[in-house]
């Protein structure tokens, strides 16, 4: 999320005539899409040349509101900005065990819908690896050395997976969670796709969390994961992510976090 196209409400209304748009607010977070909201939508400019991969997460989102998941749906298309319904809820400022729940109950469902969707790209594809690493290599020499594994790692493709359900693609409206910006999503491992979600749900590692996680997630689902296969699953996505933070970021704060938290 975040705007790097201006947009006003004037014109957000002779883009979408037909929706009563109100009080419209530019998010303020993330640096890849613009993404503007109002009280009951979302306006939202792909800043890529996506067009096919927007069309096939319209169709991904239709088909998890039909089975129950609580996902936006794409309303409306004009020129290069997409309508989106706005899903209630907030972002919790502390986690609490029913979070934790509902999380791993709408992951369960997720891949058990998605286990036999292969045919999409792998989420790591669309990540230049070894371009990432050479990019922190002369100021951030020990991560680039801590990070290097990344380069030799392969994914494997259990099923389609978000691959970024952190807090700020989440809400909850009372135990009841909804989850969004599905549109990098790709074919990947479902522990890689847990231990992202606990990386943000479980920042410090709290056992308690985890292993509720596990036995919540494993009594929805046939695809069983075992405390050892999350764990080799933190590692690589814990890495994975101070890649992303530091060449984005161009610090290390964030990282250190989760360096002292999984990295082994």
């Known amino acids: 999320m975040g705007v790097k196209t201006p947009l006003s409400l004037q014109e957000a209304q002779t883009l979408f005539p037909n929706y009563s748009l109100t009080n419209l607010q530019a998010t303020t977070n993330g640096v890849v899409d613009t993404t503007y909201v109002t009280e009951k939508y979302v306006l939202k400019k792909y800043e890529r040349s996506i067009e096919k991969r927007i069309e096939e997460d319209a169709k991904r989102l239709e088909f998890f509101s039909q089975h129950q998941l609580n996902v936006p749906k794409l309303l409306a298309k004009s020129k290069e900005w997409y309508l989106y319904e706005r899903l209630l809820g907030e972002s919790p400022k502390s986690m609490r065990y029913y979070h934790i ?91 890689f796709d847990v231990a992202v979600a606990l990386m943000a749900f479980n920042p410090y590692n709290k056992p308690s969390f985890r292993t509720l996680f596990l036995q919540t997630y494993n009594q929805h689902t046939a695809k069983k994961i075992t405390n050892k296969e999350l764990e080799k699953s933190l590692n690589i996505a814990k890495k994975f992510y101070m890649l992303l933070r530091i060449t984005k970021e161009k610090k290390i704060g964030r990282a250190k976090i989760l360096a002292k938290a999984y990295i082994k």
């Open 101 to 191: 729940q509902a999380l791993a109950r709408f992951m369960a469902q997720l891949h058990t819908l998605t286990k036999t969707q292969r045919n999409s790209s792998t989420f790591l594809a669309q990540y230049n690896i070894d371009e990432y690493l050479g990019l922190i290599k002369k100021d951030f020499f020990f991560y680039y050395k801590l990070l290097e594994p990344l380069k030799s790692f392969k994914l494997p493709c259990d099923g389609f997976i978000h691959g970024d359900i952190f807090k700020d693609n989440t809400l909850f409206y009372g135990k009841k969670i909804a989850v969004f910006d599905f549109i990098d999503g790709g074919c990947g491992a479902f522990s």
